[in-house]
Structures are given as C-alpha cells and as structure tokens.
C-alpha cells in the first residue's frame, strides 16, 4: 500500500534553532516528492520539490535531502524564526501524469520567542 | 492574480442538510482538485477534474457531487451532510496533472465546515 509517514508528528524548538523532519514513504513507483508548509488557518504552500534524480533542493533557510534507494526525504530548517511554526507536508506523486497525490499526516513545528 | 479562492471560510450545517462550496481559480488551470483534511490525517482526494466538462471521483467521493462547467469554476456539493462530513474543504488547481513533473498545486485557503 502506498504510503507517506512523517516524524516526528509535532516538534518544539526555540527561535534561532536548526531543525529537521522526517518523511518516508513506500510508494512505488516514485516519480517525484514535494514539501509544503501549511499555516494554522490556510492551505499549503509549495516549499521544494525534488524528482527521483535529485538528492538536494534548497528554499531560502529550508533545505529539502531525497534517498531515493532507501525512500526517506527530510526538511532541515535553518535558524528557525517565529514565522516557521507551521504544519509541514510531504507529499509523493506515483507516477508523472497523475492526480492522485499521497499525502504525509504533516509535522506540526511551533517555534517559540 | 487572486489564485485560488474558496466561499464561504465557515459554515455550519445541521444532519440533512446540503450546500455548495465554491472554488473559482484566475490562473487558467485545467487542472482541479477538492480535498478534504481531518486532524490528524493527511489530505484526501474527493473530487478532481481535468477540464471543463470533467470530473472524476478521487480517494472518498461519498456524499459529495461535483460540476464543472468553465474552468475557472469547481464547485462542491454536499448533499444530505451528515455528521461525518465534518472536516476542513480545500480547493487545487495546477497547469498539469497533479501539479505535474517540477509544477505544483495551488490550494485555496479552505471551508471549515460542521456538521451537527
């Protein structure tokens, strides 16, 4: 069965920390895999998005890793900022002309002052 | 450009009843999508549409209609709610399917909708 776990579900830190979370996914076959950030209230919006071909994408202080053989993808965050506490969602596309995206359960990240 | 748009943000519904949600997007996509995301869950697919005049059922259709008649316009339909309809509603749109090789969806800002 297709699908996306992500770790850890929710994370503290303080303002100006690193973090970094998790995702990986059993889907198969793997055409490409995307990071969105959701805030409390809104929908989400596209952060990275890496192909099958890509171990690295960067967006500013966020920085996206792809192992494709072992199927796990994280998001580092770097020196974090009170505008970061968000849900993060990682979300993998099957096959390239698909509509039927699976969705990660997302990382609930709140940054404190 | 406004993206995507969804009416109305809130809205509360008693066990019977039925609305429409509204989703309009500016960016000549043919491409839409509604989703619906529970706590704790990812989002599910319920409906999507390739163009206009096309629909196609997702991953939890029931209880739910859909039209798509221009392809600014795709609206939601819910008929007869029930209780387990309550959930927060998001519209998508993209140039190609699913947001298609480095593209992406573009989601509206969501209907929180309960059911009682």
């Known amino acids: 069965k297709n699908q996306v776990e992500q770790s850890p579900q929710s994370l503290i830190i303080l303002e100006g920390k690193n973090c970094t979370l998790q ?11 995307r990071w969105y950030k959701q805030d409390t209230g809104r929908g989400p919006v596209s952060l ?16 996206a890793t792809l192992d494709a053989d072992t199927k796990q993808s994280s998001l580092h965050i770097t020196a974090s900022q009170l505008s ?7 979300v993998v596309t099957p096959t390239l002309n698909t ?15 | 450009n406004a993206g995507v748009t969804q009416t109305p943000k809130f809205r509360i519904l008693k066990i019977g009843q039925s609305m429409t949600l509204q989703c309009t997007q500016d ?5 839409m999508y509604w989703y619906r995301q529970d706590p704790g869950m990812g989002l599910k697919l319920i409906y999507y549409s390739v163009g206009a005049g096309i629909t196609d059922k997702g991953e939890v259709p029931n209880g739910y209609n859909v039209s798509r008649s221009t392809t600014e316009d795709f609206p939601l339909r819910l ?8 959930s927060v509603y998001f519209c998508a749109s993209s140039m190609r399917p699913g947001g298609g090789g480095k593209g992406t969806q573009y989601f509206g800002p969501g ?3 309960l059911v009682l």
């Open chain 2, 27 to 31: 960016m000549n996509h043919n491409y």
């Open chain 1, 23 to 33: 995702c990986n996914y059993t889907v198969s076959p793997f055409s490409n895999l």
């Open chain 1, 48 to 63: 990275t998005i890496m192909t099958f071909s890509e171990n690295t994408k960067s967006n500013g202080r966020y920085t």
């Open chain 2, 79 to 86: 008929e007869l709610a029930a209780p387990s309809q309550t």
């Open chain 2, 111 to 113: 209907t929180r909708l």
């Open chain 1, 99 to 113: 509509d039927k995206l699976i969705f990660g359960t997302g990382t609930r990240l709140q940054v404190f002052p």
């Open chain 1, 84 to 90: 970061d506490s968000a849900s993060y969602i990682c």
